[in-house]
């Protein structure tokens, strides 16, 4: 399908076609081949007007939390009240083990049978740039599509909050009822990342959850992530982090978690955060790829590969200095530098540049 049929499907395309568009739309971004990149840049740059009015939610929290339950109860209510619901999963451990452990369509059985809603698992390849990079693109597509919820699921392990975090427009941290007892276990780093900590499986223990709730609540106050009550008056223009309970298994919680979220969303319209958050986002996606661009341009440079052996055991065994190995290399990359320096050393003996 070239690029402008494909764009025409996935933007007003009727559903069984649009579904094919997207998922061939995906396709194309993920191949390496330069040609299909090139029809995935044209079809990504028409389709990004078409991004604007969604909201993205991240969503995180260590396995067994109950972040499908919840994902499958929250998509039927967003659906229920006329969203369209897409969820995306960022999983690099996926490629380990051998499967998608994310947004497995089982797990989502009632959400991936209806047709407003759109799942897809962790794209599989090894690295979490990579993994992070699949996923922004495929959420755009399925914004262009009108999907106009993105829910971006992820485990509570590692780098993989961040990178959630950093593409999304609210970051959800969900939490065990006995997260309370063990305050060490949640590092200030994923607080800092967490817009609104929720605390499921309340139905289990409700006393359980409520200590958990005020103590999450004092440690967030503690680390200042929490407006003081004392202080909120002053600046209602800044979102204080909340705590809330929920059983995703009941679905009780769920409106109230839906309205906390549009608080979140309604006050960062207003303050100009929300376009804040998702330029900077943009704007870091792309010195991100251009990092990993020039890094790739680097290690592919004939010049760099002929060296690059000679110059890593030098290194190694303490015969040349880590930054004088990398200048020389640096220097190989790009012959206009070489010349450069060619012509001062020529100079050298004896003439003087005056
Ligand atoms: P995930 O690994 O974070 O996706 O967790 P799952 O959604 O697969 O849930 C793990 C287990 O917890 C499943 O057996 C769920 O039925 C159960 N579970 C999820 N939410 C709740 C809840 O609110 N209350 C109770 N009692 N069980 C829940």
């Known amino acids: ?13 009727p559903p069984l076609i649009q579904r094919r568009a997207i998922a061939k739309a995906i396709t194309l971004l993920e191949s390496t081949r330069a040609d299909h990149r090139a029809q995935a840049d044209v079809l990504l740059t028409r389709m990004l007007p078409h991004t604007a009015k969604s909201f993205r939610l991240g969503i995180s929290g260590v396995p067994g939390v109950g972040k499908s339950t919840f994902i499958e109860v929250l998509g039927l209510y967003l659906i229920d009240q006329g969203h369209r619901v897409a969820v995306l999963a960022v999983d690099p451990s996926s490629s380990i083990s051998g499967g998608s452990i994310l947004g497995d369509k089982t797990r989502m059985e009632k959400l991936s049978t209806n047709e407003n809603a759109y799942i897809r698992p962790s794209p599989s390849s090894g690295t ?6 699949k996923t922004r693109e495929a959420m755009l597509v399925c ?7 993105v829910l971006v699921e992820t485990v509570g392990v590692g780098q993989s909050e961040t990178a959630v975090a950093n593409m999304t427009d609210m970051f959800v941290l969900l939490q065990l009822p006995n997260a309370g007892d063990d305050l060490q276990a949640i590092k200030r780093g994923v607080m800092e990342l967490a817009d609104l900590v929720v605390i499921n499986k309340a139905d289990i223990d409700s006393a359980a959850a409520t200590r958990a ?6 440690s967030l106050r503690l680390l200042g992530l929490h407006g003081h009550p004392d202080r909120a008056h002053h600046d209602r223009q800044q979102w204080h982090r909340k705590v809330i309970q929920i059983s995703a298994l009941s679905g009780q919680g769920i409106e ?8 979140f969303k309604n006050l960062q319209m207003s303050n100009g955060q ?4 998702r330029q900077h986002q943009a704007l870091s996606w792309m010195w991100e790829r251009i990092d990993v661009g020039l890094k790739q341009m680097f290690q592919n440079n004939p010049a760099v590969r ?7 055991a030098a290194v190694q065994s303490g015969r040349m200095a880590a930054s004088t190995a990398a200048r020389q290399l640096l220097n190989a990359c790009d012959p206009g530098r070489d010349l450069g320096s060619m012509a001062e050393m020529k ?4 003439s003087s540049p005056a």
């Open 256 to 263: 109230g978690f839906w309205a906390a979220v549009l608080e």
């Open 213 to 218: 709730q005020a103590q999450i609540t004092a």
């Open 347 to 350: 100079m050298v003996p004896g």
């Open 274 to 277: 929300l376009s804040t958050r």
């Open 306 to 312: 002929e060296r690059l052996p000679a110059l890593s």
């Open 143 to 149: 914004e262009a599509a009108a999907y106009d919820i």
């Open 1 to 13: 399908m070239p690029s402008a049929s494909l764009f025409d499907s996935i933007v007003g395309g």
């Open 128 to 133: 979490l740039g990579g993994v992070a990079e």
